[in-house]
């Protein structure tokens, strides 16, 4: 059995549609657009939820001033892949996506 990992990104080169359509293109998904209070306004989410799934949203502050990920402050758009069991294939397929930052796996 694969563990499932967790990939994280950063971007301040691209306006959140921008970055959008970058992913889109070098993951193969679609990104829905929705809105959450929990996540603070807008974002972008794709994948099935109890899968592979990916969210892009603003590094946004929340009610308390905290960042959504305070460690990376210089990152105004941050992207997520959640429950990946092929993080090297993901990391691989978003290698050639300028202005994308990895962060972190998990």
Same mark, same amino acid.
């Given at each position: 059995? !694969?563990? /499932?990992?967790?990939l994280l990104y950063g971007s301040s080169v691209y306006a959140p549609d921008d970055l959008r359509v970058e992913l889109e293109a070098a993951l193969g998904v679609d990104f829905e657009p929705?809105?959450? $209070?929990?996540?603070?306004?807008?974002y972008c989410r794709a994948g099935d939820l109890r899968g592979e799934h990916y969210v892009l949203e603003? !590094?946004?502050? &929340? &009610? &308390?001033? /905290?960042l959504? $990920?305070? &460690?990376h402050e210089e990152f105004d758009l941050i992207f997520e892949v959640n429950n990946t069991a092929r993080p090297? $294939?993901?990391?691989? /397929?978003?290698a050639d996506v300028s202005g994308l930052v990895f962060i972190a796996e998990r």
């Open positions: 059995m !694969n563990t /499932l990992r967790y929705r809105h959450s $209070e929990y996540h603070c306004g807008d603003a !590094n946004w502050r &929340d &009610d &308390d001033g /905290l959504l $990920e305070p &460690d090297a $294939e993901v990391r691989s /397929l978003l």
